[in-house]
């Protein structure tokens, strides 16, 4: 399978506790993406990394998250001192911009449940 | 900022029938990319159709088109023949033009009779 993948899929924790999520793109592509979808809404942006270099973060990217991208591969996002309110579904997404062109392929998704 | 609006919070079809989905969308950019995404329930999300606004021509793809009214900022996705399949949420989003983030709508739950 060369999509997307995301791991773990799904993760219930306590509140307060640290968690890590990690994205592994399609090989190759040059950006990576970090959404975050509440029930019922579609996705928001949190942010994106061109090969290694985080370019943007959304304001909704508290101090409590941090994203790397090592090597320009894959990529974690981790959540510090989790809230009840963090509870969400975690997309990724990659795409290989060519001049104007970024179609960004999803990966399945980390379900956070903070209990 | 870019906004994405998606009216109709859920639409149901026939099989076989078309339908469409209405997206309006906000920008002071002239160059810019739109998207409609199914998301089908459990599932990951993947691209339907896109739309340069530099293109006057509606795309299309199989079954799937798309009616852009640029000076409308409208971009509404018809499904014709629609199949069980085809039952998902649906997601317009709009891309900035060189390429960030994409900016989605609330989305449309489609349902699908047979």
């Known amino acids: 399978d060369t999509g997307v993948s995301q791991n773990p899929r799904h993760k219930i924790t306590k509140r307060g506790q640290n968690v890590t999520f990690r994205c592994d793109p399609i090989?190759?592509?040059?950006?990576l993406y970090w959404y975050r979808q509440t029930l019922g809404q579609g996705p928001e942006f949190l942010t994106y990394?061109?090969?290694?270099?985080?370019?943007?973060k959304s304001r909704l990217l508290s101090d409590r998250f941090s994203a790397e991208r090592p090597k320009g591969s894959f990529s974690t996002l981790e959540i510090q001192r989790t809230e009840q309110g963090d509870s969400a579904m975690y997309l990724c997404?990659?795409?290989?911009?060519?001049?104007?062109?970024?179609?960004?392929?999803f990966g399945p998704g980390t379900r956070l449940t903070v209990l | 900022a870019q906004t994405v609006t998606q009216s109709q919070p859920e639409m149901s079809v026939q099989e076989a029938e078309t339908v469409t989905l209405s997206c309006t969308y906000d920008?002071?950019?002239?160059?810019?990319?739109l998207f409609w995404y199914k998301q089908p329930p459990s599932r990951q999300m993947i691209l339907v159709i896109r739309q340069e606004a530099y293109k006057q021509q509606n795309a299309t793809e199989n079954r799937f088109s798309v009616n852009f009214q640029k000076a409308a900022k409208s971009f509404s996705l018809k499904i014709s023949d629609s199949q069980l399949g085809d039952a998902a949420m649906y997601f317009c989003a709009y891309l900035e033009g060189y390429g960030n983030k994409l900016v989605f709508g609330a989305g449309t739950i489609l349902r699908v009779k047979s």
């Open positions: 997404a990659s795409s290989l911009v060519i001049g104007d062109r970024n179609e960004q392929f």
């Open positions: 920008t002071s950019e002239s160059d810019y990319y």
């Open positions: 990394f061109q090969n290694e270099a985080q370019l943007e």
């Open positions: 090989s190759e592509h040059n950006r």
